[in-house]
C-alpha cells in the first residue's frame, strides 16, 4: 500500500471512530425525547453533521487525542497483548479493508435507489383531468408547484426530485377509482414536500455512505424517516378529515396491497405486529397518542441542537488519526517494545571457522537451519577476541566495533567472553554488545528466511549459547 492510499486508510478509520462518537450522542438523545417535532430536529442536524465532520477530522480545529496510544499504554499496565495481528493479518489492515467494502457496497447500494427512481420517472405518464383538478384543488400552496405522475412500477405513492419534486401515484390506485385513497395519498405526499423532507432524506443516504458501519447512524436515520411520516401524517389530516377516519383509510389501504404491506396491515389491524411494524406506530400516533403532538418545535430548541451539534462536531474531529503518522498503540507495536517470543530455539557449543576473504573482503556465511519471522530477537554467547568479534555478521546485520577496539590497526586483544544481541522490531533494528546499545537503524527491505552467522576472515570464533525467538 502506497503512502497516499495509507493515508487515506488511516483517516477513514480515524473518521468511523469521530462518527461513531458523535452518533451515539445523538442516538442517545432521540431516545428521551418523545415529541415527532423536535426529534426532526435533532435527527437533521446530526446527519447534516456527519457530512460535515469529514473536514474537521482532515483539519481538526482542536487538535487531536492520541487515544490509541493511550490504550496501549493501559494494554502494557494491565500486561495485555497488543493485538499485531490475526492469522498473519495487521490489524489495522483488516479494519481498512472492512471499511474499503462497506463503503463500495453502500455507494452500490445508493446507485441502485438512483437508477430505480430514473427508471420509474421514465415509464410514468400524465393522469387524466380530473386527477390533476383534485390534486389543484388540494395544493393550497402556490409557492410549492410539484408535479404529478403515474407509473405502473410503483405499489405505492413515491415523492422524487429536490428542486422540482414529482409525486408517482401507483397505476392501481387510479385503476381502482377509490377517491378516499387518492386524496389521502396526495395530502401525505404534498405534507413531504411542504416539510422538505426529501432534501433531508438525500443528506441520510449520504450520511449512511460514510457510516455504513455505525450502527447508530442507521438507528438515527430509522427514526427521522419515521417522523417525517408521523409528521405528514398529522398534516395530512388537516385536509382530509379528522384522525381516525385518515387512520382507517391508510389501514385498509395496506390491507388491500397484493404485496408484503397486506401482512403488515393485516398484523396491524389485529395488533399483533407489535412496535415493529412503521404502519401500527403511525397509527397509534393518529388514534391513540397519548399527549399533544407539536407540528414545528420552538426556536429555542432549534439553537440548542445546533450548539449541542457544534460541540459535538468539534469533540468528535479530534478522536481523528493523524494520517500522516502510523496508528501506533493497541495496533502496532512501537519501535522499543520487543516482539513477544511465540517459538524459542536454542543452541551450544557452535565452532565457526572464518575462511579466506572473497574480492569482496568477506568470507561465505553459515546458514543455519533456524528459520527467521519478519520480527525476531537473536543473542549469543560468542567467545573471541574483541577485533573478531566487530568484524562478523549475525542474522545478515554487521555487528559494530566493541568497546575498547577501534580500527582494523589495533593488536588482537586476549580471547574474551561476550554477549551480542540483534533485536528486528516491525521498524528498526537494535544491536547490543554487552549490553550496551552499539547502533539503531532501520530495517532494510531484504530480510533473510534463515539465520546467518558470518565469521571474520581467517578466524574463529565459539559460540557457547545460542538463543533464536520469533
Not at 209 to 228: E, K, S, T
Not at 283 to 300: D, N, Q, Y
Not at 325 to 354: S, V, W
Request: charge should be positive; proline fraction near 7%; hydrophobic fraction near 45%.
Amino acid at each position: 500500500m502506497n503512502a497516499g492510499a495509507t493515508e487515506v486508510s488511516r483517516f477513514l478509520v480515524g473518521l468511523t471512530v469521530a462518527a461513531f462518537a458523535y452518533s451515539c450522542l445523538f442516538a442517545s438523545w432521540l431516545v428521551l425525547i418523545r415529541q415527532p417535532a423536535w426529534r426532526r430536529v435533532v435527527g437533521r442536524s446530526c446527519l447534516t453533521g456527519i457530512l460535515i465532520l469529514p473536514l474537521l477530522c482532515w483539519i481538526a480545529p482542536l487538535g487531536r487525542l492520541n487515544w490509541i496510544a493511550g490504550l496501549g499504554r493501559i494494554c502494557d499496565n494491565l500486561n495485555f497483548p497488543r493485538l499485531e495481528s490475526v492469522q498473519g493479518i495487521a490489524i489495522e489492515t483488516s479494519l481498512i479493508l472492512v471499511q474499503y467494502v462497506a463503503i463500495v457496497i453502500s455507494i452500490l447500494w445508493a446507485t441502485l435507489g438512483w437508477l430505480a427512481s430514473r427508471w420509474v420517472s421514465s415509464t410514468s405518464f400524465v393522469p387524466d383531468r380530473e386527477i390533476l383538478e383534485l390534486f389543484e384543488s388540494l395544493r393550497n400552496n402556490p409557492s410549492h408547484a410539484p408535479r404529478l405522475k403515474v407509473s405502473a412500477r410503483i405499489s405505492r405513492p413515491v415523492l422524487i426530485g429536490f428542486f422540482h419534486p414529482t409525486i408517482y401515484l401507483p397505476a392501481t390506485l387510479i385503476v381502482s377509482g377509490d377517491q378516499e385513497r387518492l386524496r389521502l395519498a396526495i395530502l401525505h405526499e404534498l405534507a413531504h414536500i411542504k416539510a422538505g423532507d426529501f432534501g433531508f432524506h438525500l443528506i441520510a443516504t449520504f450520511a449512511r455512505v460514510l457510516g455504513v458501519l455505525i450502527p447508530p447512524v442507521w438507528f438515527i436515520q430509522d427514526q427521522l424517516r419515521l417522523d417525517h411520516e408521523f409528521l405528514a401524517d398529522r398534516q395530512a389530516t388537516e385536509g382530509y378529515g379528522t384522525s381516525r377516519s385518515y387512520a382507517r383509510t391508510l389501514l385498509n389501504w395496506a390491507v388491500g396491497l397484493p404485496t408484503r404491506m397486506s401482512r403488515i396491515g393485516s398484523k396491524a389491524m389485529t395488533g399483533s405486529y407489535g412496535r415493529g411494524s412503521a404502519l401500527s406506530q403511525r397509527i397509534a400516533m393518529l388514534v391513540g397518542c397519548p399527549f399533544s403532538v407539536a407540528t414545528k418545535a420552538p426556536r429555542w430548541w432549534t439553537g440548542l441542537v445546533l450548539v449541542v451539534t457544534t460541540i459535538g462536531l468539534l469533540s468528535s474531529s479530534m478522536l481523528a488519526l493523524d494520517a500522516t503518522k502510523p496508528a501506533g498503540g493497541i495496533f502496532i507495536a512501537p519501535a522499543a517494545r520487543p516482539p513477544t517470543p511465540t517459538q524459542t530455539y536454542f543452541a551450544r557449543n557452535l565452532m565457526l571457522i572464518g575462511s579466506r576473504a572473497g574480492p569482496d573482503g568477506r568470507v561465505r556465511p553459515i546458514h543455519l537451519p533456524i528459520p527467521l519471522a519478519e520480527t525476531f530477537d537473536v543473542s549469543i554467547t560468542v567467545e573471541a577476541d574483541l577485533a573478531t568479534i566487530g568484524r562478523m555478521r549475525l542474522a545478515g546485520y554487521p555487528i559494530p566495533s566493541l568497546p575498547g577496539h577501534v580500527g582494523e590497526d589495533v593488536p588482537p586483544s586476549p580471547l574474551s567472553t561476550h554477549h551480542v544481541r540483534v533485536l528486528r522490531t516491525a521498524t528498526d533494528v537494535t544491536i547490543w554488545a554487552d549490553d550496551v546499545e552499539l547502533t539503531n537503524h532501520a530495517v532494510v527491505p531484504s530480510l533473510p528466511t534463515r539465520l546467518s552467522i558470518e565469521a571474520a576472515p581467517d578466524s574463529q570464533i565459539l559460540i557457547h549459547d545460542l538463543t533464536v525467538s520469533w
